[in-house]
């Protein structure tokens, strides 16, 4: 260990709190009992698409378009995920083979 | 009680193969995680604490670095705020349904992850289980897999049996996929497009290390002042 065994607990525990209060702060915000304000209602209902979306692209950010592989296996694979998902709606069968299809681009093509 | 015991049977039953997906992802980028905790001299039980008292992917990873002499604890929390920021959004979508959970609020908003944040809005509840066991048994097994993925990784070092390369592409297929069922199940499709838009203009012009705080921003400022037409969109449709 790089450091004493009571420092790393700090650190854990600093950084367990620090998690747990940003997952915290709307309920902090609005708290049982207050009426929950009409803007924040609709943006509860908006907001989880948009996110969704947001979340996408932050599992994307690292792909490299200008240098090779040019983003190819990703690409790939996401398509290969939409298409089958549209076609058989089956949450499994979908991110199954889009994941085995992605380790044999990464592995074995590119 | 023995009828309550048998709801929670019953909801986990129900639940589980709603989170398989997440079981594959978190098995690997939790044991991803477990090997690098115990490279800097840490053993499987300090993994284990640690996703115990923490349970944060991203978060976790950036903690490793935090193990070292001189560590800045105010920069700890920085970091970890930063990191973890979308997590903001979360409980705004889930306030009346965890407001009526009662003992359990304090572990659904604990565990609130990407994931489990994820599953929540696409999966139908069957009608015979309790809603609230049923989101409580996908926050817990959730939880489960990623302290088990962070213990396999720090037991078993870097003697990984095969070639794992690209094995996470399991969370980026599981949010596409979600993402898709929304696609297809709602009526108007303005805040996923926002979504996406705003996540793709952000990365290029702020860079892949700093997107999420504008992109956040750029969201909440387009659905707010575009709001009249979501709802008209909506309701139009509705009719």
Not at chain 2, 107 to 117: P, V
Request: net charge neutral; aromatic share 14%; charged share 15%.
């Amino acid at each position: 260990m790089p450091i004493s065994p009571q420092l790393s607990i700090l650190i854990i525990v600093i950084v367990g709190i620090t998690t747990f209060v940003t997952r915290a702060i709307p309920f902090l915000i609005f708290r049982d009992g207050k009426k929950i304000p009409e803007t924040v209602k609709y943006l509860g209902g908006a907001l989880p698409p948009a996110v969704i979306g947001m979340l996408v692209i932050y599992c994307l950010k690292s792909v490299s378009i200008v240098s090779f592989p040019f983003g190819l296996p990703e690409l790939i694979a996401v398509a290969a995920v939409v298409v089958l998902h549209v076609w058989k709606r089956n949450n499994l069968l979908s991110i199954g083979v889009g994941t085995v299809l992605y380790m044999f681009l990464v592995q074995v093509v590119f | 009680m023995e009828k309550r015991r048998g709801g929670y049977a019953k909801a986990f039953r129900a639940a589980f193969p709603f989170t398989v997906p997440v079981l594959t992802g978190y098995l690997f980028i939790g044991t991803a995680f477990g090997v690098m905790f115990q490279e800097k001299g840490y053993n499987f039980l300090w993994a284990i604490v640690m996703s115990i008292l923490v349970y944060a992917g991203s978060g976790q990873y950036l903690a490793v670095n935090f193990f070292a002499p001189g560590v800045n604890l105010l920069q700890v929390i920085f970091l970890e705020f930063m990191v973890n920021i979308r997590h903001i959004f979360y409980g705004l979508s889930l306030l009346e349904r965890f407001s009526e959970m009662g003992k359990k609020k304090l572990y659904m908003i604990f565990s609130l992850t990407d994931e489990t944040y994820s599953l929540f809005f696409v999966t139908k509840i069957p009608k015979d289980v309790d809603e609230h066991k049923f989101m409580f048994a996908i926050a817990l097994l959730d939880q489960l897999y990623w302290i088990t993925g962070s213990a396999i990784g720090a037991i078993a070092g870097s003697v990984i049996p095969f070639d794992a390369t690209g094995i996470d592409f399991a969370m980026t297929a599981l949010f596409i996929v979600i993402f898709v069922e929304q696609w297809m199940t709602s009526i108007t499709h303005l805040p996923a497009l926002i979504g996406i838009v705003t996540g793709v203009v952000c990365l290029l012009v702020f860079g892949s290390e700093n997107f999420i705080l504008p992109t956040m921003i750029c969201i909440l400022v387009i659905l707010l002042s575009g709001r009249k037409m979501i709802e008209q969109e909506v309701e139009s449709d509705a009719d």
